[in-house]
């Protein structure tokens, strides 16, 4: 395990093979510990007396959860911090309570910020290892790693694999770690959706353009849908209200990029789907599909917590040295 060097996870797209792999396999061996254990305490307890903080001024379910119980199993102490229940909603800059919270010498930050490049901005100016748990339209680095570990555990592995990502590219920072990171480790990666919701030039990203959702699945062995991210094409909209979307209407997208069941029709034997989560079930997938038998979306929940630990203790903990 000793690919891993990183004192903090800013982007996947810094991320090398050997780095990727090394995090896979961590949680991998922390999966088959956590699936045998029976007790009161986690027996590798590779963070006792550490403590981490969850630094979020966005709002979060899954990936903030995930880091917390990650960190509790390791046996660090956590603090989760939101705007509203810290100095910033009294006028303190993110820089200014950064440097108060290094003070109380935390040993590890999780920062989830609107603007894109503040984690990056943070990891120069505090010496506390950071990780980044998405900043605005630029990277989700932990949820691309889950995301690969679901699709290998999930296909037996990712290289040759044919990665199918749907819906709001161009306001979507896990599309663009997924990218980074699934072509990093040998897979072929296409993106589908509206004209009006796909980055210019995107392929550029190395990834291949489809506008017809029911022609691009058909050679896919994994559907990755994505939430339509309504508060963010508001906010870069005149007035930011939830009327001004990029697309004529929800029915129309749900119509023509939208997986239900009779999209799936169109998939390949052994395919899987998946999502990031929040779901918008109606709209981007159908109930049906997303409790269906080609889901792995509740995989994806579950592996979130063990690739976190997997980061957490390659950060701070043994190295990733046996458990």
């Given at each position: 395990?000793?690919?891993?060097?990183?004192?903090?996870?800013?982007?996947?797209?810094?991320?090398?093979?050997?780095?990727?792999?090394?995090?896979?396999?961590?949680?991998?061996?922390?999966?088959?510990?956590w699936?045998?254990?029976?007790?009161?305490e986690?027996?590798?307890q590779?963070?006792?007396?550490?403590?981490?903080?969850?630094?979020?001024f966005?709002?979060s379910?899954?990936?903030?959860?995930?880091?917390?119980?990650?960190?509790?199993?390791?046996?660090?102490?956590?603090?989760?911090?939101?705007?509203?229940?810290?100095?910033i909603?009294?006028?303190?800059?993110?820089?200014?309570?950064?440097?108060?919270?290094?003070?109380m010498?935390?040993?590890?930050?999780?920062?989830?910020?609107?603007?894109?490049?503040?984690?990056?901005?943070?990891?120069?100016?505090v010496?506390?290892?950071?990780?980044?748990?998405?900043?605005?339209?630029?990277?989700?680095?932990?949820?691309?790693?889950?995301?690969?570990?679901?699709?290998?555990?999930?296909?037996?592995?990712?290289?040759?694999?044919?990665?199918?990502?749907?819906?709001?590219?161009?306001?979507?920072?896990?599309?663009?770690?997924?990218?980074?990171?699934?072509?990093?480790?040998?897979?072929?990666?296409?993106?589908?959706?509206?004209?009006?919701?796909?980055?210019?030039?995107?392929?550029?990203?190395?990834?291949?353009?489809?506008y017809?959702?029911?022609?691009?699945?058909?050679?896919?062995?994994?559907?990755?849908?994505?939430?339509?991210q309504?508060?963010?094409?508001?906010?870069?909209?005149?007035?930011?209200?939830?009327?001004?979307?990029?697309?004529?209407?929800l029915?129309?997208?749900?119509?023509?990029?939208?997986?239900?069941?009779?999209?799936?029709?169109?998939l390949?034997?052994?395919a899987?789907?998946?999502?990031?989560?929040?779901?918008?079930e109606?709209?981007?997938?159908?109930?049906?599909?997303a409790?269906?038998?080609?889901?792995?979306?509740?995989?994806?929940?579950?592996?979130?917590?063990?690739?976190?630990?997997?980061?957490?203790?390659?950060?701070?903990?043994?190295?990733?040295?046996?458990a």
């Amino acid at each position: 395990m000793k690919s891993w060097k990183n004192r903090s996870l800013i982007e996947a797209r810094e991320l090398s093979e050997p780095e990727i792999r090394a995090v896979l396999a961590r949680a991998g061996e922390l999966k088959k510990l956590w699936q045998g254990w029976r007790g009161s305490e986690f027996p590798h307890q590779s963070l006792r007396g550490k403590t981490v903080v969850n630094l979020f001024f966005e709002p979060s379910t899954r990936t903030r959860s995930s880091f917390e119980l990650a960190a509790d199993r390791l046996g660090a102490h956590v603090l989760n911090l939101s705007p509203e229940g810290s100095s910033i909603s009294k006028g303190e800059t993110l820089f200014d309570t950064a440097k108060n919270l290094e003070a109380m010498d935390p040993d590890l930050l999780v920062v989830r910020h609107a603007s894109a490049g503040a984690p990056y901005q943070l990891s120069k100016i505090v010496r506390v290892p950071i990780i980044n748990a998405g900043d605005g339209f630029h990277e989700h680095p932990s949820q691309a790693l889950l995301d690969a570990f679901t699709i290998e555990e999930a296909k037996g592995g990712i290289k040759g694999l044919r990665i199918l990502i749907v819906g709001d590219i161009a306001h979507s920072r896990v599309a663009r770690s997924c990218i980074y990171t699934f072509r990093t480790l040998g897979a072929k990666v296409a993106v589908c959706g509206p004209p009006s919701l796909i980055p210019p030039s995107v392929e550029s990203l190395g990834v291949t353009l489809d506008y017809h959702l029911h022609r691009a699945i058909r050679d896919a062995d994994v559907v990755m849908m994505l939430r339509i991210q309504l508060e963010r094409q508001a906010r870069n909209t005149p007035g930011g209200t939830r009327a001004n979307t990029q697309f004529p209407s929800l029915g129309e997208y749900s119509r023509f990029w939208g997986l239900n069941v009779e999209t799936v029709k169109e998939l390949k034997q052994g395919a899987i789907i998946m999502h990031p989560g929040p779901l918008n079930e109606g709209v981007e997938i159908s109930q049906e599909v997303a409790t269906g038998p080609y889901s792995v979306i509740l995989n994806q929940v579950s592996n979130g917590v063990i690739v976190r630990m997997a980061l957490m203790d390659l950060i701070l903990g043994n190295g990733g040295r046996s458990a």
